[in-house]
């Protein structure tokens, strides 16, 4: 699957699944702990990360695209309790069974993304 990047580029898209395992194996090796919620489409399911503080709050990141293209990560529900972001993704699942959804449990707060989280 491919999209359409800046200046009309085709831009090659990872596959839901690769990308979801590279994320977590990212976290294990920084010493965080991180697990798949909920399995989506293999190929081509949107994804989803709660980034659990250990403090009782979460924040909730979507994958988005810019105008031009570029992914970035959005936030969703920042500084959420858990019943917050339960809610959300209840929410989102009726809206796309396909989605997937990473919980990384981290004291810092760190999504271990390379694109911007805006």
Request: zero cysteines; hydrophobic letters at 45%.
């Amino acid at each position: 699957m491919a999209l359409s990047g800046p200046a009309g580029l085709i831009v090659p898209r990872l596959k839901a699944g690769i990308f979801v395992r590279a994320l977590i194996r990212r976290a294990e090796v920084a010493g965080a702990a991180a697990y798949v919620v909920k399995k989506g489409s293999e190929e081509a399911g949107a994804v989803f990360l709660k980034v659990a503080r250990l403090d009782g709050t979460s924040s909730v990141l979507m994958q988005a695209r810019r105008g031009e293209g570029d992914l970035v990560w959005m936030k969703a529900l920042s500084d959420a309790s858990e019943e917050a972001a339960r809610t959300y993704f209840d929410k989102q699942k009726k809206f796309d069974p396909d989605i997937w959804i990473v919980e990384i449990e981290d004291r810092e707060g760190r999504a271990f993304v390379d694109e911007p989280i805006v």
